[in-house]
T-cell receptor
């Protein structure tokens, strides 16, 4: 059965304090690993898709990396506007092509 | 604006009632996915439609049903509502790429 575990559940950072969010996954075959950002009461906003181990993608202060068992979302010098819940999801090569989500990491960046 | 439109944004109804949530996918996307997000749970996949046909089912209750119309918009019908059905309901659409685009959601409150 597909499983996605995100840690930590919540993270508080001072503005400028870099850190990483973890997403561990178990899937029969990985078609893609997705990162989304979700603000309270709003829909998830797409950030990155990673397809194979060793792949990296960057966008502004965010960088996502992928290994065979986990993905990291690195946040460099965060700003208060980076405060949100970050969701990780996997899409398997077998079965339905829906996304299977973790429960997210709630990030708070303090000015 | 993500291009995925969900209506209504908010819905308050009584237990035992029936409601219909509507989703218009991003232009050109043939797949529509419905997800439920409760306070204590992550995004739970309910059902997928592709070009008018049901493609995959997740943890969808028998009291819930959905359909996709020829113009590709989709409706999620929730009946015999219970307090525990209170949640955010999201629709997402996808096209040729594996990425999903989410709508802003419908917040359902059952009283």
């Amino acid at each position: 059965e597909d499983q996605v575990t995100q840690s930590p559940e919540a993270l508080r950072l001072q503005e400028g304090e870099s850190s990483s969010l973890n997403c561990s996954y178990t899937v029969s075959g990985l078609r893609g690993l997705f990162w989304y950002r979700q603000d309270p009461g709003k829909g998830p906003e797409f950030l990155f898709t990673l397809y194979s181990a060793g792949e990296e993608k960057e966008k502004e202060r965010l960088k996502a990396t992928l290994t065979k068992k986990e993905s990291f979302l690195h946040i460099t010098a965060p700003k208060p506007e980076d405060s949100a819940t970050y969701l990780c999801a996997v899409q398997a090569t077998t079965g339905a092509n829906n996304l299977f989500f973790g429960t997210g990491t709630r990030l708070t960046v303090i000015p | 604006d993500s291009g995925v439109t969900q209506t209504p944004k908010h819905l308050i109804t009584a237990t035992g009632q029936r409601v219909t949530l509507r989703c218009s996918p991003r232009s050109g996307d043939l797949s529509v996915y419905w997800y439920q997000q409760s306070l204590d749970q992550g995004l739970q996949f309910l059902i997928q439609y592709y070009n008018g046909e049901e493609r995959a089912k997740g943890n969808i209750l028998e009291r819930f049903s959905a359909q996709q119309f020829p113009d590709l918009h989709s409706e999620l019908n929730l009946s015999s509502l219970e307090l525990g059905d209170s949640a955010l309901y999201f629709c997402a659409s996808s096209g040729r790429s594996y990425g999903y685009t989410f709508g802003s959601g419908t917040r359902l409150t059952v009283v």
